[in-house]
């Protein structure tokens, strides 16, 4: 793209950047506007509105009335709407990925594919509509008994930055099948592809069914106390987490946490060191600047292989190398904001005070166009211990800790030691010892001999402090719904 990415960018930024709900466009009661920033270059991009609690309980009353016309909507027809949507994002996927790159850092390519997958998820759950099914519970003569599933009401769901675009078009589609509003709480740092996605299909939906809310704390710990919302969902930190489930507890309402990891990729010494190192690089999702929940972000290698495969790790990691996000041949690009940025490179500090070993990077990218950025380079530390600072926190930054381990017992206690639980790869050539790991290590999603991918249907989540509920299958669609009993005495009249 290169200089004209410039103009791309600006024709192709949402022209609202108010609040979305009830079907219109509304300034804000009283939080004003704040500039949403490029991390590549410093720069602002355009004002955003920020909701306060006057927004929130506007947005729901409206929210409230649309779900009460939504629900009411044959499943169908509801599928029908839902594909129209997906093929809106598929049509304007392009520019969607664009607003992501120089929004949130990430790289252009790679937002490309979110807004694939975005659409993928949508087309999903709308096939799922018939699925909604009850029960017949057999009681005897002149009685008839069954369940059936209602949709909840008006469900918020708070994004993370990380995949703004992705999560707002994909995790709108599960409460939206299954007959429920739905308000969007986009990212502080990244809420312009949201509001350019409710400019894409306002005309689709009732009024209401839909709503974007961007802004910070005073609005998600509004949706997640509102008495009006009837589940509350999060993409987000740990601490977060616990925030939207101290807010929910007053209303006593259901929520749906996926929160952070400190994931472990284990190789066996029967693994193929080359096979291994390429797992490693793939599953710390440098791209995003390891900006990933479910990265692998602790190797623990095997006393055998450890070697071979560290060595392997500086060269394997050169096809990432930070540039200008929105430019087409970056592969990876920009942490999402300055303030992120310094907590990343502290933790690159402490690993070098604590005395582990830079196999690779270590440092920030400051050459040429990426001087006023927030750009680090791919980092590999080896030599790392239990006790030490990135051994045990989430980093959320381009930054992988090595370990080196010989006793299975001691291994697999080190790696279910922390308080999260969310992905884990384990690499054997042996399907029993694989197995047999896969078995014991606390984690919600695990790979056996494959890393990072996720594969719709198919249940993610975690365990532990990283979650509670699972998304992405069947069961995410059902989870937006209440199961009633009807029981029906055939002679009581």
């Not at 946490?257 to 952070?260: F, H, I, P, R, T």
């Not at 922390?418 to 639980?421: A, Q």
């Not at 069947?474 to 937006?480: R, V």
């Given at each position: 793209m290169g200089e004209s990415s410039r103009l791309d960018i600006e024709a192709s930024l949402p022209k609202h950047r108010d609040l979305y709900y009830g079907g219109r466009w509304h300034k804000p009661s009283a939080g004003g506007y704040e500039d949403t920033v490029n991390p590549a270059t410093g720069k602002a991009l355009a004002p955003v509105a920020v909701a306060t609690q006057a927004d929130v309980d506007a947005a729901v009353v409206a929210a409230d009335a649309g779900f009460r016309e939504w629900r009411d909507v044959a499943p169908l027809e509801r599928a029908r709407i839902l594909k129209e949507i997906a093929a809106r994002l598929r049509e304007h996927g392009d520019e969607l990925a664009l607003i992501d790159a120089a929004n949130c850092g990430n790289p252009y390519t790679e937002m490309r594919g979110d807004a694939g997958v975005a659409a993928a998820q949508m087309e999903f759950f709308a096939g799922l509509v018939t699925e909604m099914?009850?029960?017949t519970i057999p009681m005897g003569p002149e009685r008839v008994n069954m369940t059936t599933r209602e949709p909840m009401g008006v469900v918020a769901r708070i994004l993370a930055f990380n995949h703004p675009f992705m999560f707002c078009g994909g995790k709108m589609a599960a409460p939206l099948a299954a007959g429920n509003a739905v308000i969007i709480k986009p990212p502080v740092q990244a809420p312009l592809s949201a509001l350019r996605l409710a400019e894409i299909v306002e005309d689709l939906l009732p009024a209401g069914v839909f709503s974007v809310l961007p802004g910070?704390?005073?609005?998600?710990?509004?949706?997640?106390?509102h008495r009006d919302v009837a589940k509350v969902t999060l993409i987000g930190s740990v601490g977060a987490g616990r925030a939207v489930m101290h807010g929910a507890s007053d209303t006593i309402k259901p929520v749906l946490?996926?929160?952070?990891g400190k994931n472990a990729l284990i190789a066996y010494p029967d693994s193929d060191p080359d096979k291994v190192a390429d797992a490693i690089v793939a599953g710390m999702n440098f791209g995003w600047c390891g900006q990933s929940c479910g990265s692998t972000s602790r190797a623990f290698l095997h006393d055998e292989l450890h070697d071979a495969v560290v060595e392997r790790l500086a060269d394997k990691v050169k096809r990432f190398k930070p540039g200008i996000p929105t430019e087409e041949g970056t592969t990876m690009g920009s942490l999402v904001s300055r303030a992120h940025f310094d907590r990343v490179m502290g933790f690159i500090d402490s690993a070098k005070q604590e005395g582990a070993r830079v196999v690779a990077g270590g440092h920030a990218v400051t050459d040429g166009a990426l001087k006023d950025g927030c750009f680090i380079a791919p980092t590999i530390f080896a030599d790392v211990t239990p006790g030490m600072t990135i051994a045990r926190e989430e980093i959320f930054g381009p930054v992988l800790a090595v370990r080196r381990w010989s006793d299975e017992a001691e291994m697999l206690s080190e790696v279910n030691g922390?308080?999260?639980?969310l992905t884990c790869a384990i690499w054997s050539r042996d399907l029993s010892t694989a197995h047999r790991a896969a078995n014991r290590v606390e984690a919600g999603f695990v790979w056996i001999n494959e890393v990072g991918r996720h594969f719709l249907g198919a249940p993610f989540g975690g365990v532990k402090q990283s979650g509670i509920g699972r998304e992405e299958g069947?069961?995410?669609?059902?989870?937006?719904t209440h199961e009633k009993n009807i029981h029906i005495n055939l002679g009581g009249q």
């Open positions: 099914k009850g029960d910070g704390t005073e609005a998600g710990a509004g949706l997640a106390a946490l996926e929160l952070g922390l308080d999260v639980g069947i069961g995410e669609l059902m989870s937006f």
